[in-house]
């Protein structure tokens, strides 16, 4: 009996250090999510203030050149 619960919670110490482990991974996710999201939107600015520049530049030339 007593080598059951020694089983047990030998166990339950192997789920602890998983879900300790899971949530550590969890964290370093959010935290490279968040840093992706972040260059993902200042690459959309960039591309937004390029297209406009390019934009402008298109409506500078003549249309019979």
Request: glycine letters at 2%.
């Amino acid at each position: 009996m007593n080598d059951d619960f020694e089983a047990l919670e030998h166990k339950i110490e192997q789920v602890i250090a998983l879900v300790a482990q899971l949530r550590a991974e969890n964290e370093v996710l959010r935290n490279q999510m968040a840093t992706a999201e972040a260059e993902r939107l200042h690459l959309r600015q960039t591309l937004t203030a390029a297209r406009e520049r390019l934009e402008g530049l298109v409506d500078k030339i003549p249309e019979d050149a």
